[in-house]
């Protein structure tokens, strides 16, 4: 008759073998964590003591501006001083082709002369004033 006792073999595994593999992959572990913890602190270090590279062209380009056109840096004041440009177009006489003989006249000085002279009417075929 056969044994039917219940047991395990002790043959098949080595604990003792898997145990120990297991410890020297954490202590494996544990030494790389720490050399690359030692190779950032380096390359921090490195990179601290690094002066910053000084580009040639670079160089004296602190007063250079874009060229135009260029962004606004105060577009109220700017609106201000165009608002009063052409107020001052507006407001004044002057030439606008002096070798034509065109001038500028003041904008309420211009409504008046077109209210006394009224606007010009063209002529057509269709006109039954006489």
Same mark, same amino acid.
């Given at each position: 008759?056969?044994?039917?006792?219940?047991?395990?073999?002790?043959?098949?595994?080595?604990?003792?073998?898997v145990l120990g593999f297991g410890a020297g992959l954490f202590?494996? =572990?544990?030494?790389?964590? &720490?050399?690359?913890? +030692?190779? &950032?602190?380096? &390359?921090?270090?490195? *990179?601290?003591?690094?002066?910053?590279? *000084?580009?040639?062209?670079?160089?004296?380009?602190?007063?250079?501006?874009?060229? *135009?056109? /260029?962004?606004?840096?105060?577009?109220?004041?700017? +609106? /201000?001083?165009?608002?009063?440009?052409? !107020?001052?177009? +507006?407001?004044?006489?002057?030439?606008?082709?002096?070798? =034509?003989?065109?001038? /500028?006249?003041?904008? !309420?000085? =211009?409504? $008046? +002369?077109?209210?006394? /002279?009224?606007?010009?009417?063209?002529?057509?075929?269709?006109?039954?004033? $006489?």
């Amino acid at each position: 008759m056969a044994d039917t006792s219940v047991g395990h073999e002790g043959t098949d595994v080595n604990i003792r073998a898997v145990l120990g593999f297991g410890a020297g992959l954490f202590v494996a =572990a544990v030494l790389i964590q &720490f050399m690359v913890w +030692l190779l &950032f602190l380096y &390359f921090s270090g490195r *990179e601290a003591a690094r002066v910053a590279p *000084e580009y040639p062209l670079a160089v004296g380009g602190q007063t250079r501006v874009p060229p *135009e056109p /260029r962004l606004q840096t105060n577009p109220r004041e700017d +609106l /201000r001083i165009l608002r009063a440009r052409e !107020d001052g177009v +507006l407001n004044s006489y002057g030439w606008v082709d002096r070798t =034509a003989g065109v001038v /500028r006249i003041p904008i !309420d000085e =211009a409504i $008046k +002369l077109t209210v006394q /002279r009224g606007l010009p009417v063209r002529q057509g075929k269709g006109d039954t004033k $006489k």
